[in-house]
């Protein structure tokens, strides 16, 4: 099992912090039990950086919008 559950391009990521993924691109493709909604908290990865947490605001079908969460000053300081 990945140990995130959609695949995100970092490059893609705007100002907003918002991002585009797809279920069928990522890890969790064949999880029939995944099914991510708006409020959910999911996490995002793309192989090279460390996993980033986000909350999907937007859904249609197989596309889900995320908002990447940052962390914060003392989270930052913890790590």
């Not at 279920?23 to 908290?41: L, V, Y």
């Amino acid at each position: 099992m990945s140990r995130y559950d959609l695949f995100y391009d970092a490059s893609s990521v705007g100002a907003d912090l918002v991002v585009e993924t797809w279920i069928s691109h990522g890890p969790r493709a064949n999880d029939a039990t995944f099914d991510p909604q708006p409020g959910d908290w999911v996490t995002v990865g793309d192989d090279e950086e460390p996993d980033i947490r986000a909350r999907v605001i937007r859904r249609c079908a197989d596309r889900v919008w995320t908002l990447i969460e940052l962390a914060t000053t003392s989270e930052a300081v913890a790590s």
